[in-house]
T-cell receptor, first 113, second 115 residues
Framework: NAGVTQTPKFRVLKTGQSMTLLCAQD?????MYWYRQDPGMGLRLIHY???????AKGEVPDGYNVSRLKKQNFLLGLESAAPSQTSVYFC????????????FGNGTRLTVT | AQSVTQLGSHVSVSEGALVLLRCNYS??????LFWYVQYPNQGLQLLLK??????LVKGINGFEAEFKKSETSFHLTKPSAHMSDAAEYFC?????????????FGTGTQLKVEL
């Protein structure tokens, strides 16, 4: 049982380059989320999805786009990377219901130079 | 709007001593509250959650937390710290209202356990 899998684990980009982070979950969860983690700032929500074909903005959506074409996958795209997007990115999923816990992937460490 | 505040970004205890990590929340409706733990280079793992069934919640690895509505707090405790408890701990709040049941995280508390 893989749970939540994120690829890649590490990536270095130059300013202006683009990339896509992939999140896959095998738990049939409805809800999926992308967070970024920065020192001293905890986790901040970038975008989320409450079901296949739906996405919504979180707390810090600027500079990112997402897609959820299949229920098990949630993609995070950076169209033109900036140094301010250097961070650790976490994907998470959960079943419906506010009291259900998030299941996290192991993160993608992105550095933009 | 919902938010959590974790007092103390770094806490240091001796092995065998009491662990107390503080979390205060703000929510316009009765919230769901969570504690997560993050070990180096890993994702977050659920320690415990409060969902209104009982105010004292027991979690994994000997941790527990008590929901105190009058103090809007959900502090995490463990009677006796172990070296393996060294990690970063996050408090989070979720509201029953609003789409997506988004979790809002605190800024985290790094726990150091010394011999």
């Amino acid at each position: 049982n893989a749970g939540v899998t994120q690829t890649p684990k590490f990536r270095v980009l130059k300013t202006g380059q683009s990339m896509t982070l992939l999140c896959a979950q095998d738990m049939n969860h409805e809800y999926m989320y992308w967070y970024r983690q920065d020192p001293g700032m905890g986790l901040r929500l970038i975008h989320y999805s409450v079901g296949e074909g739906t996405t919504a903005k979180g707390e810090v959506p600027d500079g990112y786009n997402v897609s959820r074409l299949k229920k098990q996958n949630f993609l995070l795209g950076l169209e033109s990377a900036a140094p301010s997007q250097t961070s650790v990115y976490f994907c998470a999923s959960r079943i419906m219901g506010g009291n259900s816990p998030l299941h996290f992937g192991n993160g993608t460490r992105l550095t933009v130079t | 709007a919902q938010s959590v505040t974790q007092l103390g970004s770094h806490v240091s205890v001796s092995e065998g001593a009491l662990v107390l990590l503080r979390c205060n929340y703000s929510s316009s409706v009765p919230p769901y509250l969570f504690w997560y733990v993050q070990y180096p280079n890993q994702g977050l793992q659920l320690l415990l959650k409060y969902t209104s069934a009982a105010t004292l919640v027991k979690g994994i690895n000997g941790f527990e937390a008590e929901f105190k509505k009058s103090e809007t707090s959900f502090h995490l405790t463990k009677p006796s710290a172990h070296m393996s408890d060294a990690a970063e701990y996050f408090c989070a709040v979720s509201s029953p209202q609003g789409g997506g049941n988004k979790l809002t995280f605190g800024t985290g508390t790094q726990l150091k356990v010394e011999l």
